[in-house]
């Protein structure tokens, strides 16, 4: 790895909060989708407009869904062919139809 850019303190600072508010807001998501308060095609389609939420790994919000957790959540992705590396915004039409699909069953 390289080394990290030279910010100023105000960069640094900005840099800090945005950071902070995309964790909390990747973590209302989670929560909702745990809860039951927000299904899975709705966070996928809220990913086309939050850049917190397109640049989470996909397998964490199957892994958020009520019971699944992460050795089920990695099954379905497995299942579905996608790798658990990619993130939300990566999935293609065909991944998020065969995702939700998996999910559904």
Same mark, same amino acid.
């Given at each position: 790895?390289?080394?990290?850019? &030279? %910010?100023? $303190?105000?960069?640094?600072? *900005? #840099?800090?909060?945005? =950071?902070? /508010?995309?964790r909390?807001?990747?973590?209302?998501?989670?929560? &909702? %989708?745990? $809860?039951?308060?927000?299904s *899975? #095609?709705?966070?996928? =389609?809220? /990913?086309?407009?939050?850049?917190?939420i397109?640049?989470?790994? &996909?397998?964490?919000?199957?892994?958020?869904?009520? #019971?699944?957790?992460?050795?089920k /959540?990695?099954?379905?992705?497995?299942?579905?062919?996608?790798?658990?590396?990619?993130?939300?915004?990566?999935?293609? #039409?065909?991944?998020?139809?065969?995702?939700?699909?998996?999910?559904?069953?």
């Amino acid at each position: 790895m390289g080394t990290p850019p &030279a %910010l100023t $303190d105000d960069q640094r600072r *900005l #840099a800090l909060q945005k =950071a902070v /508010a995309n964790r909390r807001r990747r973590a209302e998501v989670k929560r &909702a %989708l745990k $809860d039951g308060h927000m299904s *899975l #095609a709705d966070a996928l =389609a809220l /990913a086309s407009r939050d850049e917190a939420i397109a640049r989470m790994r &996909a397998v964490e919000l199957v892994e958020s869904l009520p #019971a699944l957790g992460k050795v089920k /959540a990695q099954r379905v992705m497995h299942a579905v062919g996608i790798a658990d590396s990619r993130r939300v915004q990566g999935l293609g #039409a065909h991944q998020r139809a065969d995702l939700l699909r998996a999910v559904i069953r």
